[in-house]
């Protein structure tokens, strides 16, 4: 059996772009992978990312969801490589073991020449970056039709968060006497929730996509599947 190795992996974004570093020494020298290292007794994954990022990059980032656990036979050991979707929060990349480094985008992540493992998570990345690049393209389009009629000046914090409500009503009423919904109906509703959830976010500077993840991350600790699957109890009562 092969010996495992635990390890985490740094996917840094700036937009629709990934940080790529070209490894500069060992065995796997001159490869491509995503910065990062192994964890270390007593550590949990996010406090060795941190670390290791610091010490190759003397970066310090914040860490997002994890994107995906790698699981990958090399010849002579097993890669367990947790990979986390990070931003930076104060640093300049500085290459400090690294060959080099790239900024790629959706259009070339593949052409660099990647290490097995870490082109492994290619895909999700590719998702990660086309879903992120919708919701933008749709805030501009909100941002865009507002500016022409120049209603930002209606648009605080306080009328938002009114706006929601109001129309998180008129969601509900779509099912007020019975369950033989509109779906046309449902679905404008449910947009005018959404375009104002949104709304809010970019008035308040928070990403929609971030802060959703980060309740989601809550939740699940909050909520365990071995104590939670198919039940409906609220979490201090499980």
Request: proline share 3%; charged share 40%; with cysteine.
């Amino acid at each position: 059996m092969l010996k495992t190795i635990k390890v985490v992996a740094a996917i840094i974004k700036d937009d629709d772009r990934i940080f790529a570093t070209q490894r500069g020494y060992g065995d796997f020298k001159d490869g491509w992978e995503f910065p990062g290292g192994k964890i270390e007794e007593g550590e949990t994954p996010e406090k060795a990312l941190k670390r290791e990022i610091k010490e190759e990059l003397d970066t310090d980032i914040e860490i997002g969801k994890l994107l995906k656990t790698i699981e990958y036979d090399y010849p002579k050991f097993h890669l367990s490589m947790d990979c986390f979707i990070c931003n930076i929060k104060e640093g300049s990349l500085t290459l400090k073991e690294h060959e080099s480094a790239k900024w790629l985008t959706k259009d070339n992540l593949y052409s660099v020449d990647w290490l097995p493992a870490d082109k492994d998570i290619i895909p999700e990345i590719e998702k990660e970056i086309v879903g992120e690049n919708s919701m933008n393209e749709l805030l501009e389009d909100i941002r865009k039709f507002n500016e022409e009629r120049d209603w930002d000046q209606f648009h605080s914090p306080e009328n938002l968060a009114k706006s929601i409500s109001i129309e998180a009503g008129e969601l509900l009423e779509c099912f007020q006497w019975n369950n033989n919904y509109d779906k046309d109906e449902v679905s404008e509703e449910l947009a005018d929730v959404f375009t104002y959830c949104i709304m809010m976010a970019d008035k308040l500077k928070l990403d929609p996509i971030d802060i959703c993840r980060k309740k989601l991350e809550k939740t699940k600790k909050k909520y365990p599947v071995e104590k939670a699957k198919g039940v409906s109890t609220k979490y201090n009562k499980l």
